[in-house]
């Protein structure tokens, strides 16, 4: 999750985002300006595979791997204790998971700082399902395509694009899968092998999207 909150000692005058797991996993400042428009990232997603994440979950005892499934690497990086395959959280910051606080999983969120000016408009906030599909970048210009006047519709409309785009990416991985074993004159069973692969990579992770207009 993710705290938020404009300072009270001015108009527009502090943002402080204090980031922690994967629910709001990163947050993006929309800034523009008439020479251009900006996409500032203010958090860092914490994945297993940032070198300072990395290094706490191994000096705590844990193992960072990918899902093995019918002796396939599937999936992102993953936290795991050693010697069980719990708590397999792609995440090395949550609250509450104690199994993953006993390998390096921290409750600690990070703090990030940014003075706000009239350039700044909004901060959008989303989830893996959103940047797994779409760059901060891209977000920054969803939100802009808004008509201010349906800005209460803008955390909805950029939910449905990124469903929209999962369901796209899924559709090629099943027609790829199709595809290889069609055309598979010799190896059939080499080629059902990798369709299986592909079509174990089909799936859409959670879709949450908060926007907050600073104008």
Not at 43 to 58: F, G, Q
Not at 130 to 147: H, N, Q, T, Y
Not at 170 to 180: D, L, P, S
């Amino acid at each position: 999750f993710c705290f938020f909150f404009q300072a009270e000692d001015g108009i527009r005058d502090v943002e402080r985002s204090r980031g922690l797991g994967d629910v709001y996993k990163r947050q993006v400042i929309g800034s523009c300006s008439k020479e251009e428009t900006c996409a500032l990232e203010i958090s860092i997603d914490h994945k297993p595979t940032r070198p300072e994440e990395k290094d706490r979950i191994l000096a705590s005892g844990g193992k960072i791997e990918r899902s093995m499934v019918d002796d396939k690497e599937v999936g992102p990086y993953r936290v795991w204790k050693s010697d069980e395959d719990v708590p397999g959280i792609a995440i090395t910051r949550s609250l509450g998971d104690l199994i993953a606080h006993e390998i390096g999983v921290s409750a600690e969120p990070e703090v990030t700082c940014k003075d706000i000016d009239n350039e700044d408009k909004f901060i959008v906030m989303g989830s893996d399902g959103v940047w797994d599909v779409m760059s901060s970048a891209e977000a920054v210009g969803f939100i802009l395509s808004v008509p201010i006047t349906d800005k209460e519709t803008a955390a909805e409309k950029m939910v449905a694009e990124c469903r929209e785009r999962w369901d796209l990416l899924n559709e090629i991985k099943r027609k790829q899968a199709q595809i290889m074993l069609d055309s598979s004159e010799t190896n059939k069973k080499a080629a059902a092998e990798r369709k299986n692969e592909l079509e174990r990579n089909i799936a859409c992770d959670d879709i949450t999207v908060a926007v907050h207009y600073l104008m």
